[in-house]
């Protein structure tokens, strides 16, 4: 369902101390992401939802970040017809609150409809987003448009009738 490949050179910029205290690097994977699910919206991109397994890594107590050679984290898709994917990682920036972010994450590989690769550049949590335009949306404003200019043409027409009628009476 989801795997991730480790570089090599993962802990080549630890210090002494930080190398001594590292005793394992968990893993784990999430079909069920009610721990990560927010809701993010941007008026360029549209709506986001996780369409792969969750899939975490981590040295407990050693924050891995900016590293030299990227791991990679092979994903099945869940939603089969997806068009725009995204890799993202858990981002807990001091500062921000909480979110999926697509910065230091990018698609190495995707075979349509079936998997997706991503490489990144952090040791945290990973998932794969499909970003989409609710087109059900879309059609909804064009027909309340339509009702409403619709209905604001008849009622100008009822008030001249009625100005007239009152003028000759």
């Known amino acids: 369902m989801a795997s991730i490949s480790l570089p090599r050179s993962l802990l080549k910029h630890l210090k002494d101390e930080e190398r001594a205290c590292i005793s394992r690097i968990t893993f784990f994977s999430m079909?069920?992401?009610?721990?990560?699910?927010?809701k993010q919206k941007s008026n360029t991109q549209g709506n986001t939802k996780i369409n792969s397994y969750v899939l975490a890594a981590n040295v407990p107590n050693v924050p891995i970040k900016k590293l030299d050679e990227p791991l990679n984290i092979t994903f099945n898709l869940i939603n089969q017809n997806a068009s725009n994917l995204k890799c993202v990682y858990w981002d807990e920036s001091?500062?921000?609150?909480?979110r999926w972010s697509p910065?230091?994450?990018?698609?190495?590989?995707?075979?349509?409809?079936?998997q997706i690769i991503c490489s990144c550049n952090y040791l945290t949590s990973f998932a794969v987003m499909d970003v989409y335009q609710n087109e059900g949306e879309k059609e909804n404003v064009n027909d309340l448009s339509i009702i409403s200019n619709t209905g604001c043409g008849i009622s100008f027409?009822?008030?001249?009738?009625?100005?007239?009628?009152?003028?000759?009476?």
């Open 94 to 98: 001091p500062g921000l609150s909480p």
């Open 103 to 114: 910065n230091g994450c990018k698609v190495s590989k995707y075979v349509p409809g079936k």
């Open 31 to 38: 079909r069920d992401d009610k721990l990560y699910r927010v």
């Open 157 to 169: 027409v009822f008030l001249v009738l009625t100005i007239i009628i009152h003028v000759c009476f």
